[in-house]
Structure formats: structure tokens, C-alpha cells
């Protein structure tokens, strides 16, 4: 099995910064991607930023990539995001979303991490 654990959430001030982690465990054979995705209340899920592990290409909405920041640390099956300037419309859920082979002869699967509540006050 595969497990995705964000960590890093909270509440914050308008302007703030706050830092997601996200750590995958379990068995791993082969990690294709891993990122973030957000749900606002009311809204739909929408992507945050995505890694892609054979290339290193990393994805960005339109809307944060001049304030967020997705990294990773490969050793350790983590992607962090780096989040500054943080207005009241980024509040919402944040989940960690990985596209992940678990053993060589399994099918590659997507996962998702529980979610961390990130709350930004105006």
C-alpha cells in the first residue's frame, strides 16, 4: 500500500507564508509524479503545482506561480510547496496527489494525501 501525509497547514495572516509537506510511504517502486491540488468550499479541486519525476518538470496553476514554490526531495519520497504572499482566496483543503508504481509487476495507481486545511485571514 501507499500512504500520502501532508503536513504543514494552519492558520495564517493575508501576506503570510506557510510551507506543505507531503511524504509518501509504503511500498514504491517508481514515482511518475507528485503535486498538489486545492478545494476551496464550494468549489472544485483544482491543481496547486505538479512534479514530474522523469524530467523534473514542474506544473503551475496560472493564478500562484509567482507566489508558490513546489519542490521535492527524492531520498525521502517528499514534495514540499512553498507558499508566500497568501491572500484569503487561497484558503481551502490542500491535498498532496502522486502518480505511483507500487511494486515493478503492479499497475501504476494515483493517490491522495488526506488534506491539510490552510486558512488565510484577512
Known amino acids: ?16 507564508s506557510l510551507r506543505l509537506s507531503c511524504a509518501a510511504s509504503g511500498s514504491i517502486f517508481n514515482i511518475n ?14 491543481l496547486v503545482a505538479r512534479i514530474n519525476y ?3 518538470d514542474i506544473i503551475y496553476a496560472d493564478s500562484m506561480k509567482d507566489r ?5 526531495d527524492s531520498a525521502v519520497n517528499t514534495t514540499y ?6 491572500e484569503p482566496e487561497d484558503t481551502a483543503v490542500y491535498y498532496c496527489n502522486a502518480e505511483i508504481t507500487p511494486r515493478w509487476d503492479q499497475t ?9 486545511q490552510v486558512t488565510v485571514s484577512s
Open 81 to 86: 510547496l512553498q507558499m508566500h504572499s497568501l
Open 68 to 72: 508558490f514554490t513546489a519542490s521535492r
Open 1 to 16: 500500500q501507499v500512504h500520502l501525509v501532508e503536513s504543514g497547514g494552519g492558520l495564517v495572516q493575508a501576506g503570510g
Open 54 to 56: 522523469y524530467d523534473s
Open 33 to 46: 509524479h507528485m503535486g498538489w491540488y486545492r478545494q476551496a468550499p464550494g468549489k472544485q479541486r483544482e
Open 108 to 116: 501504476t495507481g494515483i493517490y491522495w494525501g488526506q488534506g491539510t
